[in-house]
């Protein structure tokens, strides 16, 4: 992120991400950069509006299709707002995330030592049923793109600052803001 911050400072021209990338690192990156960028928007983000749908529809009774497209108008109008607001909404979502990690990471481990758990302590379940890994290391590899794409958004706000009337500044001080956000919600 600051390193974003820093080429839309020195490179005001610029107005894509995938451009700076090009310029730091080369075709190839930029090139790369835009497929993976393309990818997510077009294949990822649907995936997640479905998963959404599924969770949601125990607690909202209608089908998961109007759910999901429910799901996608929020996010597209999310991505449609200023770059402070934008900066809010993810804030506020990364930490409702952080706080269900946390949580989860609590109940697991209380369960683990046999705190809550009803026979008492068990890692069981990293040995049992296939160990670690039952379906081999594909399973755990297809998990990366999910991870790479976990970041992927916060890079808008960048290219919006950039378009302020004073770039340099509004840059710095969203940069600063988003990573401090980050470090706050971790």
């Given at each position: 992120m600051r390193m974003l911050a820093?080429?839309?400072?020195?490179?005001?021209?610029?107005?894509?991400?995938t451009e700076f990338a090009r310029a730091g690192l080369g075709e190839g990156a930029g090139?790369?950069?835009?497929?993976?960028?393309?990818?997510f928007w077009v294949l990822?983000?649907?995936?997640?509006?479905?998963?959404?749908?599924k969770i949601l529809e125990h607690?909202?009774?209608?089908?998961?299709?109007?759910i999901g497209v429910g799901l996608m108008i929020v996010m597209t109008g999310v991505n449609l707002m200023s770059a402070r607001s934008y900066a809010e909404f993810e804030f506020w979502f990364a930490s409702i995330k952080v706080t269900a990690?946390?949580?989860?990471?609590?109940?697991?481990?209380s369960y683990a030592?046999?705190?809550?758990?009803?026979?008492?302590?068990?890692?069981?379940?990293?040995?049992?049923h296939g160990g670690f890994t039952p379906h081999g290391w594909i399973a755990v590899l297809a998990a990366?793109?999910?991870?790479?794409?976990?970041?992927?958004?916060?890079?808008?706000?960048?290219?919006?600052?950039?378009?302020?009337?004073?770039?340099?500044?509004?840059?710095?001080?969203?940069?600063?803001?988003?990573?401090?956000?980050?470090?706050?919600?971790?």
């Open positions: 820093e080429m839309a400072t020195a490179l005001p021209k610029v107005r894509s991400f090139f790369v950069v835009g497929w993976l960028y393309w990818y990822v983000v649907p995936v997640e509006a479905i998963a959404g749908a607690w909202i009774p209608l089908p998961p299709l109007p990690i946390v949580v989860f990471i609590a109940v697991a481990t030592f046999g705190w809550t758990a009803p026979h008492g302590a068990t890692f069981g379940n990293l040995k049992d990366v793109p999910t991870v790479f794409f976990a970041m992927t958004g916060a890079e808008i706000t960048t290219i919006a600052a950039a378009e302020s009337a004073q770039p340099g500044r509004a840059v710095a001080r969203m940069g600063s803001a988003v990573i401090g956000r980050i470090l706050v919600s971790t």
